[in-house]
């Protein structure tokens, strides 16, 4: 089995775009909200149609799982009693949430 050494770009090119000020406010937003760790890094995946996976998509991900731990605690409180099947309903909601936004990164 060969063994993959790390290939390392070196980028020690620079190219300048004017943007407003607000515009440069939108895309430090969007930076931030993404897995990339400089916007120079996100301004570039973007425009080279490079993968940019959404970090508040992790987040809302944990929150579901969060929530269905919540649901899941009061069924066992409430001695598993689920006459109208609300708590299943509710998890099996949270499930295909979490699905959905799993696909979408």
Known sequence: MTSRKAH???R???TYI???A???LQLAELASKSDCSTMSEYVRN???GYPVKSVVTHEAINE???LGGL???LFIEGERQDPGGMYLETLQELQAAIRRLGREQ
């Open 8 to 10: 390392t770009v070196v």
């Open 12 to 14: 020690d090119e620079r």
């Open 18 to 20: 004017r943007v407003s």
């Open 22 to 24: 607000d515009e440069k």
């Open 46 to 48: 973007v425009s080279l």
């Open 64 to 66: 579901l799982r969060r």
């Open 71 to 73: 649901v899941k605690h």
